[in-house]
Structures are given as C-alpha cells and as structure tokens.
C-alpha cells in the first residue's frame, strides 16, 4: 500500500435518449440532510491480512471508524471517538493491528497522525505537535513496522522526514531538510531514493538520495510546462524499475517504467485525449497491472492479462463506474467501489478465486429509489478552440429530444470547480443531484487550466484569471443557450475556492451575464491572496507567480490587481451570497471580509455567512446543510426554482451571519429576528 500517484482523464461518450427522464416534472423534493447528512456507510476497507473490514460511519452523529470481523459486519465496533471533526480518510498499518488516520482542528490543515488499535480500541496522536502538518511519506507493503512521515515543526516551509515506529510511536530522523526539498520519493524498503526541488521557473528537478545523502546534480529537470503532469510516481518492490507519470516530449501525460540501472524509460499505458490518471499494481511486486484513463469518464485498461478477466468480470456485473479501493496482500480479495450515479453509491468485496460479488453497504440508503439525475457529459467549444469536457445534469422529468437536449429551457445554475488545477468528472455529485432536485441545470465545465486533459489545456490558463478562463464560463453559458438548455437571463453561479473567484469575477467584470451568484470561500484580492498562502506552500510559489502573476514585480502586481474583484466590487449589481470558513490557512477569511466591506460601503446587498469552525469549505455536515439551507432559498428568488424552508437548519451549526440577513429570503425568520 506504497502512495500512489494520481493525476488526472478518460474516456467514452454516453449516449443521450430520446425521452423524457422516469421521474416526471414534480419529482418529490429530497430532504437537504438526505443529500449532505452524514453517509451511513463510506471507505470502506479490508486489512491486508484480510481478517477485518473497516468504514467510516456515524458514532454519535461524527464520522468515525469502524471495524468488523470480514464476513460479520454485525459484530461491528466503533474505533475512534472523534466528537466534533469527522474523520474523512484512513489507512491500515501493514501488520494489520492499527488503523490510522489524520484530522485537523476546525478546518485548520494543521493535520496530525492518529493511530487506533484495531482490537482494543486504544487510540493515540502519533504527530501531537502544535501548528504541525503532518504528511505521508512511504508505506510498504513488505515493511510491516514502520512507515516513513514528514513533519513541519522545526521549519514551517519544509518537512524533514521521520521513520514512525507502529508499536512504539517512536519517530526517528531520517533526514533534515535543510535543502528546501518538496517532496521525497522511497522505495518499498523505506529508503528515501528521490528529491524533488522547486525550481525558479516554477518546475521541478529531481535528485538521487544514496545512503542518505541527496546528490548535488539533478538526474531528471521538469520544465513549468509539464509541472502538473510529470512526476515520478514509485519503484516496484524490488526497486529496480522507477515508473513515471510523464508528459516532457508529449501533450497528455503517460506511464512510462525507468529501468533505474541503465536509466531506460519504456512506455507502459498512453492517451491522446487525456492524462494517465492512476494505476493499479500488483500488492506483491509493485508492478503495474492496470491504468486509468478519464476523458469523459473514467476506465480502466489493463496492462498484461494478470487481472484484465477481474476487470473484465466487474465491468459486466456490476451496475456503473467502478474502483478498485481495497487488496488483500494475498490479493485474493478486493473492495471494489460502485457509482451509479443514479442510485447510491455501494461497497462490493470480490472474490478473485470463487469470480463473486457480495454487496457491503450503501453509502446512503436514504437515497435508495429517490429520483435523482443522470450525469451526460459533453464537449464545449471555447471561442479560440479548445475543448471543454463538462458534464450537465437536468431536473428530473425535464423532457429531451433525441439530441439530448431539454424540449423547453430551464433555468441552469453553471458550477466551476475550485484549484483551478483541478477537474470534475462523470459520477454521483451530491451538489448536481441538489440543484437538479430543486428544479435547475446544472453545468459543471472543465475550463482552460483544469488537469487531465494534457499539459496544454493547463498551460492555456496561464496568466487568464478573469480573463480566458473567465471566457471559457461564458462559453459554456453560450452553448447552453444555442442548445436550449437555458436562456440567457436565467443563469446563476456558484462555485468554491478558485470557483468562489469565478463567481466573484463574474458579478464583478461582467455585471449583466448572472442572475446571481454563490461564493464559497472564494478569494477577491489575488495580491492579498499570495501574501497569505500557507508557509508549506513555499515549494509551489514560484508555480504560483509563473500561472496567475507575479506579485514582486510592478507589472505581476498591476495584473493582480486588474483580475481581482474587489476593485470592481462596485460593479456588481446582482444577488450576492459569500460561505467563509473562519480557519481558512488558503484563503484567508479576510478574502471574504473585505468585499463584503466594499459592497457594504457601496450600499450594494450581500450575504455573509461565516463559519468559526470551519476552514477551507465546509466539512462539519450540519454547517454544509445550514449553508445549503441559506443558499436553495437564495437560488429559488433569484431562479424560481424549488426550495425547502431553512427551518431548523441553522441551529446545530456553527454559522454566524455576519452581514445582510434581509437580502436572503427566510434568514431572518429562521433566526427569529
């Protein structure tokens, strides 16, 4: 269970019917908790010694582990004890006797180790350092003692790695970066065998570690260009083999294997349309098995025939898109995750030898023959041709042609995603399934600047904050108009994180083209935005000068300056709602705080929720719920659309209403004012 790499793309247009959707025009509206509630059942995992199997589900109303014997989840016990943050993502130890996990407090990303053992419930903090971010190193699958961890607490910039002794807690130095490394690579032995460095043109070079010692001359250079789709991803078990996710010499990255010996790369797995997004090898040898590929969904290509007839299997016998979450070491057993979009997702434990299927849970069963949405995928021409992948959900019961396309416009909310060096991609979506719900398309475009699609489309966006990128949302608008999904005056945004920009851009640089718009801790100001960057992003600052503007030369800071909203914040003259965590370590609060000062001080209306114990979104699901509570009722004003009453939605969470409760419909009811 080494870290993998996972970069991004793939494949297969899906065929759009003729008919209207089953659900009919007045589909039952699902309740807001039902949608962001907490799951019943998630992550689910076996141990590597295939005696347990793990998930994570509520203990009272927090998401924390749980463990069964495999084979009797009714003997099912909570592990940790976690009563305020959810716990969102773990992983076995090798031996099998702990399962660990990271958690933060209140959305901070100061991330410490916890280890819970897996038959007496003890549980610890392996990392209990203050303003710590902890990060994971290498796990083996042949070493079952220890793995190695990066630690922050001697310099907040950089992490020196530790070896983390399992039994005992014990961390000991393995090597201080003093050198101003990003990252370190080891191999199944836990021998650190790679640095990587920043470089000032905001690529990387990477250098060979012999006996513990990093060598002065890089033996691989990564131009800016390929930065976020080249990369070295991991050594076979027995160490000889190097494989790289690799995109120099080519448009879309691919898997090639380095003999590390001769430095020979071979190529293992390729697409034209899109990045190799993952792989999958074997628990034994480290050797690549299959490759994943997302254009417009995600699928899997096997590399040889060890498991290309299990690929094949469970590509025929189960009900939608498929990954492989969980192997055995005697991968004789797998935890295979089942999306069908249109149902709720499922855990299935496949057994190779006996070719069987037996069903683990359902993530919500509340969802269970709830009417939801499908998902069609599409492709958007920009103005200066290029090819958006985007993916477009219409309410239940909307009626197509044979085209696909609606047989009357509905009023579309366009969502883009946050990084932007991100994606979204084909499956259940629980914010496309909401918004459908109430009565919207919903658009999600993968603009210019979005991995997956090769090293060019992300290039594309360099230096294009409100500006192409910005074209490239207007596009997608223009093609939902010209295919009447919608029409032009009956379109809102709402997006977080860089989406959370977008929204703000559009309001402010093009006033008149949204009804409305929903920012999610979204930043205004992209000169205060650099100043407040995490110290551990100091690695990727120059990728950050090089891709949006750089900040230490009059024209960067001039640029910056023209592509932030907030010195347009007079502009805007539609419906405005902000989301802002309190703890926010990428953008800042102040992000929020200060349009929303511009606008007060312009008299223009904004809602300002803020959330004092959350960070970068929301991941508490009663603020999640409340915010949703806010914005549905906002949207239905604004679109027409559908909406539960905010009711009671307020009160578990944390959100403060820091401005402007008159401006959002049943605010001030709901708060009693």
Known sequence: ?????????????????????????????????????????????????????????????????????????????????????????????????????????????????????????????????????????????????????????RDPKWHDVYSLDFATGKLTPVMTNEGGYASFLADDQLNLRIAAKARPDGGSDYFRIANGKVEAQPFEQVALEDSQTTQPADFTADGKTLYWVDSRGRNTAAIFAQDVATGKKTIVGEDARADVSGGLGDPATGRIQAYAVNYLRNEWVPVGTAIKADLD????????????????????????????????????????????????????????????????????????????????????????????????????????????????????NGTAQWLANRGYAVLMPNFRASTGFGKKFISAGDLEWGRRMHDDLLDAVGWAVANGVTKPDTVAIMGGSYGGYATLAALAFTPDKFACGVDIVGPSNLNTLMKTIPPYWEAIRAQFYKRMGDPTTPEGLAMLKERSPLFKADQIRRP???????????????????????????????????????????????????????????????????????GAALKPSSAQIAYGAEFAPGLKEALGQ
């Open 1 to 153: 269970m080494k870290t993998r790499i996972v970069l991004a793309a793939a494949a297969a247009a899906i065929s759009l019917g003729g008919v209207a959707y089953a659900a009919g025009p007045d589909a039952p509206l699902i309740p807001r908790e039902k949608l962001f509630g907490n799951p019943s059942r998630a992550a689910g995992r076996l141990s590597p010694d295939g005696k347990y199997f793990s998930w994570i589900a509520p203990r009272d109303g927090v998401l924390n582990i749980w463990v069964a014997p495999a084979g009797n989840m009714a003997a099912a016990k909570a592990l940790s004890a976690e009563t305020k943050r959810p716990i969102r993502s773990y992983f076995w130890s090798p031996d099998s006797r702990q399962i660990l996990y990271i958690n933060d407090h209140g959305g901070d990303e100061n991330f410490q180790l916890y280890a819970v053992d897996a038959a007496s419930g003890a549980q610890r903090s392996l990392t209990p350092f203050d303003k710590t971010r902890v990060e994971v190193v290498a796990i083996s699958n042949h070493v079952k003692d220890r793995m190695l961890v990066g630690l922050n607490n």
């Open 313 to 428: 299997f469970l590509k025929a016998k189960l009900p939608g898109q498929f990954s492989i979450v969980s192997r055995t070491d005697a991968d004789d057993k797998w935890v295979v995750a089942v999306d069908p979009v249109t149902a709720p997702s499922s855990a299935w434990l496949y057994d190779r030898k006996a070719k069987s299927l037996t069903q683990l849970y359902v993530g919500r069963p509340e969802l269970s023959g709830a009417t939801l949405a499908p998902m069609r995928a599409v492709e958007i021409r920009t103005r200066d041709g290029l090819t958006m992948v985007s993916y477009l959900t219409l309410p239940p019961g909307t009626p197509v042609d044979a085209a696909g396309r609606p047989t009357h416009p509905v009023p579309m909310v366009l969502v883009p995603h946050g990084g932007p060096w991100g994606r979204d991609n084909y499956g259940y």
């Open 576 to 646: 405005l709602l902000i989301g802002q965590g309190a703890n926010d370590p990428r953008v800042n609060v102040n992000e929020s705080q200060q349009i929303v000062d511009a606008l007060k001080a312009k008299g223009i209306p904004v809602t300002y929720v803020v959330f004092p114990d959350e960070g970068h979104g929301f991941a508490r699901p009663q603020n999640n719920i409340a915010f949703n509570a806010v914005a549905e009722n906002f949207l239905a004003k604004c679109l027409g659309g559908r909406a539960e009453p905010i």
